[in-house]
């Protein structure tokens, strides 16, 4: 279920709570692609850990085969698994130069991880994930009907849905920038996937895969919806997208899938064994510190807030068990660094968190 308490986890986009509504409340075809779901994600985490090995010969003879290995482009390989259960994929669809291939997943895939590694060059000046031109890989059409998006550590996987209740998974790039986004936090910080730091993991996924929309849109921090996962429900379900980082708890009120369990504020943590003690609930508490930092400081998010979130990303105080009060210990600190002590994006930042109840 996409929930292994590990520097390495597998990263799903979905998480196991609605799936597991899903299953309870679903029609019997709906309960059948969850439990389904719910079943393959650990079967995936069990054949990668015991297939992982060095990659670095393979990344340096594409690279050398891509030309200049100094120019910082990324290097994309889309696959098509044929709706079968295989990460990678059998049948390599789309290169790095190749033109659209007129399937509409495989040319959102490369896309995406097109503009993903755009935001991380052009706005943070680091070369694909881990900062040393990592290929970009992607597998879509996985398995039949699958609801889900992954990072597997080495490369990105796309369920088509079910048709039903979710579009293809392929339809939001806020989602392929937050799973890419994975990566860079494993390079770096390794924020344990668990409690307060794994929610920290998944709002920092959420920060720079909603930049990653911004910037492809040109949109300003009060001009960007502050949705992650807007396109993926389908009309039949009575929401808007998975999570909101604006407004925590109102992406969704379904029948279905339940109501978006997100608290924004600190006075609504939730304490739960589930979901890796809720990493995907409990982010909505800095996804809103950031929202409210990076619409008070203005202009475009992924200029000065976007900045002062990646560098306390690589700060060498954010380590594995970094909280809430320790991010924003650091993000504080970043800011005034950056920008001066007492100067207008500290104070935002200062702000933002006593906002939502954390004291760095």
Request: glycine share 12%; with cysteine.
């Amino acid at each position: 279920m996409c929930t292994a308490a590990h520097r390495h986890s597998l990263h799903c986009i979905l998480p196991p709570y609605i799936l597991s509504r899903i299953a309870e409340n679903g029609s019997p075809a709906l309960r059948a692609v969850a439990i389904r779901s719910l079943m393959i994600d650990p079967t995936i985490r069990i054949v990668r850990a015991s297939t992982a090995g060095p990659v670095t010969g393979d990344i340096a003879r594409r690279r050398a085969a891509a030309g200049n290995i100094l120019t910082p482009s990324p290097l994309r390989t889309i696959r098509d698994a044929g709706g079968e259960p295989e990460a990678p994929g059998a049948t390599v669809v789309r290169r790095e130069g190749d033109g659209p291939t007129g399937d509409i997943a495989v040319d959102e895939a490369y896309d995406g991880l097109g503009a993903t590694f755009d935001l991380y060059w052009t706005a943070y000046q680091r070369n694909s994930i881990d900062d040393a031109g990592m290929p970009l890989d992607a597998t879509v059409h996985y398995d039949r009907d699958y609801d889900n998006a992954f990072w597997d550590g080495t490369q990105m996987v796309f369920g088509d849905g079910d048709g039903e209740l979710f579009n293809r998974f392929t339809i939001s790039l806020d989602v392929i920038g937050h799973e890419l986004t994975h990566g860079v936090t494993e390079k770096e910080a390794g924020l344990a996937y668990f409690n307060q730091s794994g929610a920290l993991n998944e709002s920092i996924s959420d920060v720079f895969g909603s930049l990653v929309k911004q910037r492809l849109l040109g949109q300003t921090a009060d001009q960007a919806d502050w949705l992650i996962g807007a396109g993926l429900l389908t009309e039949r379900v009575n929401g808007v997208a998975l999570r909101s980082m604006q407004a925590p708890g109102t992406a969704y009120d379904d029948p279905v899938l339940g109501k978006d369990p997100q608290p924004g504020h600190m006075d609504a943590f939730v304490r739960t064994n589930q979901d890796n003690g809720g990493v995907h609930i409990n982010s909505g508490i800095p996804n809103r510190a950031f929202y409210l930092a990076a619409t008070a400081i203005g202009g475009n998010a992924w200029d000065r807030a976007g900045r002062i979130w990646y560098n306390a990303l690589l700060d060498p105080n954010t380590r594995a068990n970094t909280d809430f009060a320790g991010f924003a210990r650091i993000t504080r600190d970043v800011a005034g660094r950056l920008y001066g002590r007492g100067s207008a994006e500290e104070a935002a930042v200062a702000q933002a968190w006593d906002a939502v109840g954390v004291i760095g």
